[in-house]
T-cell receptor
Framework: QQQVKQSPQSLIVQKGGISIINCAYE??????FPWYQQFPGKGPALLIAIRPDVSEKKEGRFTISFNKSAKQFSLHIMDSQPGDSATYFCAAIPTGTASKLTFGTGTRLQVTL | EAGVAQSPRYKIIEKRQSVAFWCNPI?????LYWYQQILGQGPKLLIQ????????DSQLPKDRFSAERLKGVDSTLKIQPAKLEDSAVYLC???????????FGDGTRLSIL
């Protein structure tokens, strides 16, 4: 059972454009939503995270938007750069577990010149 | 600060053989995780240790997979006997405590022939 659905599977964006990746979840017990960035041959690295009591969180060019009623959240990468080309995973952690990550299926982002 | 170290980086074995992976977490990190990442999917938690005790191994195929974390530092993950569907990247992660961000190693890519 896929508890966190992620789309699109792949994304091509021109340099300077906005990359948008969407995730949806079913389990209302999730209460922490991190995003991870993974380069080929490397492990995932935490990028940014949000809790459902906040509708938006911004760190530099990366913004998470959160819609609790729709059980959806998204990652926006502003002014996308070729160095942002990587696979992005959304994830969710349920209340009370503190650490049990459930990952989405990933979005492969390619930023072209 | 040194990151999570894993070895080997790559391993190729035939089905029904055994294999072991090693992980050295970030110094001082009490919590250690093993994940399985099948190509095109997000990482899936196999087992979580708190110091040298198992916190969660609900998704570990215990008939063939085993893991230990002696002395609460290094950890090994073993597969015996391996099946074709075990082909994946095995990621180790550690965190200072259970509710702290997880830091991932670069993984071991396992290919089963």
């Amino acid at each position: 059972q896929q508890q966190v659905k992620q789309s699109p599977q792949s994304l091509i964006v021109q340099k300077g454009g906005i990359s948008i990746i969407n995730c949806a979840y079913e389990n209302t017990a999730f209460d922490y939503f991190p995003w991870y960035q993974q380069f080929p041959g490397k492990g995932p690295a935490l990028l940014i995270a949000i809790r459902p009591d906040v509708s938006e969180k911004k760190e530099g060019r990366f913004t998470i938007s959160f819609n609790k009623s729709a059980k959806q959240f998204s990652l926006h990468i502003m002014d996308s750069q070729p160095g942002d080309s990587a696979t992005y995973f959304c994830a969710a952690i349920p209340t009370g577990t503190a650490s049990k990550l459930t990952f989405g299926t990933g979005t492969r982002l390619q930023v072209t010149l | 600060e040194a990151g999570v170290a894993q070895s080997p980086r790559y391993k190729i074995i035939e089905k029904r053989q055994s294999v072991a992976f090693w992980c050295n977490p970030i110094s001082g990190h009490a919590t250690l995780y093993w994940y399985q990442q099948i190509l095109g999917q997000g990482p899936k938690l196999l087992i979580q240790f708190q110091n040298n005790g198992v916190v969660d191994d609900s998704q570990l195929p215990k008939d063939r997979f085993s893991a230990e974390r002696l002395k609460g530092v290094d950890s090994t993950l073993k597969i015996q006997p391996a099946k074709l569907e075990d082909s994946a990247v095995y990621l180790c992660a550690s965190s200072l405590f259970e509710d702290q961000p997880q830091h991932f190693g670069d993984g071991t890519r396992l290919s089963i022939l």
